[in-house]
């Protein structure tokens, strides 16, 4: 579903992100771990096309990203860590405005959207303005509205940043069920425990590259720690003593795409 | 705990190229309609809410754009019917001198708001991360740009052009196609400067501000070398028929067959010239119309040449610009900051630091200093021009007073536009200053003090090069820097103080800050003040000046007017003024202060 193929991105004489090969298929939870400044965010833009690559190539159901975006798009929902709405927008006309631009018939519409707002809990806000929205409130439109078009691969950026607990339950329930059946989600996040609860697999980025994939489990044993919790391993894998005298595991797999 | 029931996904397909039937690329129709139909809604909830929170600030925007417009309409009355028996070359010339400079102009306008709009707003990182067509959303930006540039011409041209059909006693369908006329002409350098903007991004990412710095520079220097040159002569020859000659001869560059500006002028006077179309195909209607379609053509053509680049270069302008590293900032400036920090008593460092900090963000917003230069340069370039004419001593005292109360308006726009919301602005940083050991009342007086020393130095170094142009003595000079001090403590009083008393701590826009009701209020204060300031100084001033007070003391008017006249009423004028600027200074910062210091976060 989630292709990335030997991808570069740089800016100016600096490297953001270098030579990063991942394959995710359908039906799974990949979180994207990293210190700040490791790439994570770069990877992301380049995946929903705000950013494109130096070298390499991004393709998600088999559509690459530089060539054909717009049939890319059509199978990507997006949660960007930095919701912005139209203020002058109420959150149903907004869901409206973002169903139209997937082609969405009317009457699908309409029922997806009565759908979202009840999964999401907006039904109390729906119809207000969103400049009136709370970071928590914004957070659940913007969520809503990247599954109306039923994508395959949804991609989050920082997702649980401003949710109540009940939110994040809400997100999470949705997130298994939605994965459960084969939706690919893709997700950065700064949240080990929710990493650790949720993923099927963790890639660990720093400076730009990937120094580990695949699962907690595995990571545990390569770095042969058994009983130790993610946040334990990734501090471990990211002190600067680590990074500074190179990865003390073996590298991560380059998924062949 | 609430299990929400979530729907199951619905048949999504694993294989390229087929996507389920709940999703479909939107047809070019379906998109147009979708994004001009978001722009409506928008627009419509925009004009809601000003009607609900802003009617004092509408009021005020329709009934001055209203006096405003009567007021032009008079001006170019008189003077096209002063001009009516020399009408053809002169109004040709000046039509198009004026729409050639505007239509260079509405170019690099344009430019400017494209790249904001296509590149730096929240909407076009939406957009770019839905299937939308870029030139989609190339021509949803650029109803805004469009829109927001063209008003101006609108509102300044409008009274002109109605103005010259009235004195010309055009046609009835001169006044139906003026809009047309001027929609269809502002299309061309609109669309333009929307094409120079993503070809600059996308070409020279790198280079890209600097090339736009220089061209408009560049431009901007030939457009002021070849105004100069028209006005520019010795001054006992301005105003002479040989002058004049030689002033219309140099703006006959801008008569250019192949500039939109030409087909826009030729096309209003064709159709202002009153012939019809019944007495034969050169009948002037037609005529007018032909350039009408000529404007139109061109106009809809560049859309469909911008379409197609936006199409190719748009999306690689987005990447590339958000890829641009920071320049890092030059730290030449900092011993500057560092000097102000240090000098003076230990008592006062805080308030200096404030002051260095506003200082710093002010400098480092382009926004601000950028507009700053530009209408305080267009004063100087005017003033320094101000010796091409002459004058006799009370008209030029007049003229004097009149520049002052334009470099006093001036003032007040940058002090409503950005001293007004500096206190609303520190709402998100709220939490910093109540944790340092900084009095409220130092954070007031501190944007106070910047605003106050910051706009004395340029004004009154204005206000001294106006009096100097036209050849003032130095006492009235006196009374001009007084007034001007006067101007400057007031509205930065008015500024700074209703800011603190009308604070919106949660707003983060200083445009909207500004255009809200306190906003609205501090710049009617404003005009208030500098016209009681200028009238209180300049009325005696002007009297004792006139024949009335200098040159009859002996036969002086022994009522009102004449002790306004005499040296006494000129006293009592500035006498007056300052009780007036300390007044306008001290009562809204007393009031603000009281407020700001009980203020909750």
Known sequence: MIEFADVTRNYGPKTAVSGFSLAIPSGELFALLGPNGAGKTTTIKMLVCLLRPSRGAVRVCGFDMVKDPRNAHLHIGYVPDDPNLYDKLTGREFLWFIAEMFGMQQQHAMQRIGEVIDNFELADFADDLTESYSLGMKQRLVFASSLLHDPDVLVLDEPMVGLDPRSVRIVKDLLRKLTHQGMTVFMSTHTLAMAEEMADRVGIMVRGQLRFLGTVEELRQQMDKQATNLEQLYLELTAPQAMATGPTLSPARPDAP | ?601
Not at chain 2, 104 to 133: D, K
Not at chain 2, 345 to 355: N, S, V
Not at chain 2, 358 to 376: E, G, N, P, T
């Open chain 2, 1 to 601: 705990m609430h299990s929400p029931s979530i729907t199951p996904v619905a048949t999504t397909s694993s294989v390229a190229g087929t996507p389920p039937a709940s999703r479909r690329l939107p047809s070019v129709e379906a998109e147009s309609r979708l994004l001009f139909g978001l722009r409506a809604r928008l627009a419509l909830a925009a004009l809601k809410t000003m009607l609900a929170q802003a009617r004092l600030r509408l009021t005020l925007v329709i009934l001055l754009s209203a006096l405003f417009w009567g007021s032009l309409y008079g001006l170019f009355y008189e003077g096209f019917a002063f001009l009516n028996s020399l009408h053809a070359e002169i109004i040709s010339l000046l039509f198009n001198g004026f729409f050639s400079s505007l239509l260079l102009m509405l170019v690099f306008s344009n430019a400017i708001l494209m790249y904001s709009g296509l590149y730096c707003s929240p909407e076009s990182r939406l957009l770019i991360t839905l299937p939308a067509r870029p030139e989609a959303v190339f021509f949803h930006k650029f109803q805004e740009s469009f829109w927001f540039s063209s008003w101006g011409f609108i509102l300044l041209g409008s009274p002109m052009l109605v103005a010259y059909g009235v004195v010309r006693n055009a046609p009835w369908t001169y006044f139906l196609l003026l809009l047309p006329f001027m929609v269809a002409f502002v299309v061309i350098p609109a669309t333009l400067g929307g094409m120079l903007c993503m070809a600059t991004v996308a070409c020279v990412p790198r280079l890209r501000m600097h090339a736009l710095a220089i061209a408009i520079t560049a431009s901007t220097a030939g457009a002021i070398w070849l105004g100069w040159t028209a006005l520019a002569s010795a001054r006992a020859d301005s105003l002479s028929p040989i002058w004049f000659e030689q002033t219309m001869s140099r703006l006959a560059i801008t008569e250019q067959k192949f500039f939109p500006s030409w087909w826009l002028a030729s096309g209003l006077i064709e159709s202002a010239s009153g012939k019809t179309a019944l007495e034969g195909e050169s009948g002037a209607l037609m005529e007018s119309l032909r350039f009408l379609a000529l404007l139109a053509s061109n106009g809809l053509m560049l859309q469909l040449l911008a379409g197609w680049l936006a199409a190719r270069i748009y999306r690689l302008g987005f990447s590339q610009l958000s890829a641009e590293v920071t320049a890092r900032r030059p730290l030449r400036i900092s011993w500057f900051d560092r000097m102000l920090t240090q000098a003076g008593t230990a008592a006062g460092r805080p308030l200096r630091i404030l002051i260095v900090k506003d200082l710093r963000l002010f400098r480092r917003d382009i926004a601000q200093w950028s507009q700053f230069v530009i209408f305080f340069g267009l004063l100087g370039l005017y003033f320094l021009n101000i010796r091409s004419f002459t004058y006799n001593n009370s008209y030029a005292t007049m003229i004097g007073f009149l520049n002052l109360a334009v470099v006093g308006l001036i003032l007040s726009t940058f002090t409503t536009r950005f001293v007004f919301p500096m206190i609303s602005l520190e709402g998100r940083r709220f939490w910093i200053l109540n944790l340092l050991p900084v009095h409220r009342d130092q954070i007031v007086w501190s944007k106070f003090l910047f605003s106050c020393v910051g706009g004395t130095l340029p004004c009154c170094g204005l206000v001294l090069l106006s009096d100097m142009m036209l050849g003032i003595r130095w006492p009235v000079v006196a009374i001009h820097e007084i007034c001007c001090l006067v101007l400057c403590m007031g509205l930065s009083g008015i500024a700074v103080g209703m800011g603190a008393l009308l604070p919106d701590l949660r707003e983060t826009s200083p445009s909207k800050i500004s255009s809200g009701f306190g906003g609205t209020l501090a710049l009617v204060l404003s005009s208030l003040f500098i016209m009681a300031v200028v009238l209180l100084a300049a009325v005696p001033t002007h009297l004792y000046l006139s024949e009335l007070g200098a040159a009859t003391e002996g036969t002086r008017r022994s009522d009102l007017v004449g002790w306004a006249g005499s040296l006494e009423g000129v006293w009592a004028g500035v006498a007056a003024v300052v009780v007036l600027g300390l007044v306008a200074t001290l009562l809204p910062l007393f009031l603000g202060l009281r407020h700001f210091r009980h203020l909750e976060a």
